[in-house]
T-cell receptor, first 107, second 117 residues
Framework: RKEVEQDPGPFNVPEGATVAFNCTYS??????FFWYRQDCRKEPKLLMS???SGNEDGRFTAQLNRASQYISLLIRDSKLSDSATYLC????????FGTGTRLQVFP | GAGVSQSPSNKVTEKGKDVELRCDPI?????LYWYRQSLGQGLEFLIY????????KSGLPSDRFSAERTGGSVSTLTIQRTQQEDSAVYLC???????????????FGPGTRLTVL
């Protein structure tokens, strides 16, 4: 089983929609979690950090469920500019990246 | 302040040649990572330096790959006798340290796009 698993998508949603991605992980010792976003042919950039049960930043909410070993990312009121690949990352003393979920927001 | 920088931004080389890729981490960051990403694929971990500890080389795909970090700052990734399958974007990232709230966030450089002909 992979250490981090994500649905590769793509998720195609209209502007204004709410979309959620899930990410499951296998290492229960993971101490912190991140969501990064990566635009086509660009480097990954930090979107959110999660050190406890969750985090919220504007339209973005991340929630961590340690018992079930998954972390989710919710995006409300999707914008065209949200189109990107979203990488789930966990820290087990080094960062382990998922392969990403692709989101495409259409007008 | 300055972010992570990498050079060159693009490198085209012939099969069998050696290449060196450079990474300048954010000043004061003790942890430095190398990844590679092939087109349309996820990040592949290569090697990780944390302070003065021995590096974690568990991700290096073959003995043609090596990396060093001099003086706890700049790092060089060397690929010897390059092969076509080495073509990828090589990304470097640094973080303040490897653990700790807020301290383990990785910041990425823009990458070096390597093409082996």
């Amino acid at each position: 089983r992979k250490e981090v698993e994500q649905d590769p998508g793509p998720f195609n949603v209209p502007e204004g929609a709410t979309v959620a991605f899930n990410c499951t992980y296998s290492n229960s010792a993971s101490q912190s979690f991140f969501w990064y976003r990566q635009d086509c042919r660009k480097e990954p950039k930090l979107l959110m950090s999660v050190y406890s049960s969750g985090n919220e930043d504007g339209r973005f909410t991340a929630q961590l469920n340690r018992a079930s070993q998954y972390i989710s990312l919710l995006i409300r009121d999707s914008k065209l500019s949200d189109s990107a690949t979203y990488l789930c990352v966990l820290n087990t003393d080094k960062l382990i990246f998922g392969t990403g979920t692709r989101l495409q927001v259409f007008p | 302040g300055a972010g992570v920088s990498q050079s060159p931004s693009n490198k085209v080389t012939e099969k069998g040649k050696d290449v060196e890729l450079r990474c300048d981490p954010i000043s004061g960051h003790t942890a430095l990572y190398w990844y590679r990403q092939s087109l349309g694929q996820g990040l592949e971990f290569l090697i990780y330096f944390q302070g003065n500890s021995a590096p974690d080389k568990s991700g290096l795909p073959s003995d043609r790959f090596s990396a060093e970090r001099t003086g706890g700052s700049v790092s060089t990734l060397t690929i010897q006798r390059t092969q076509q399958e080495d073509s990828a974007v090589y990304l470097c990232a640094s973080s303040l340290t490897n653990l700790g709230v807020g301290a383990d966030t990785q910041y990425f450089g823009p990458g070096t796009r390597l093409t082996v002909l």
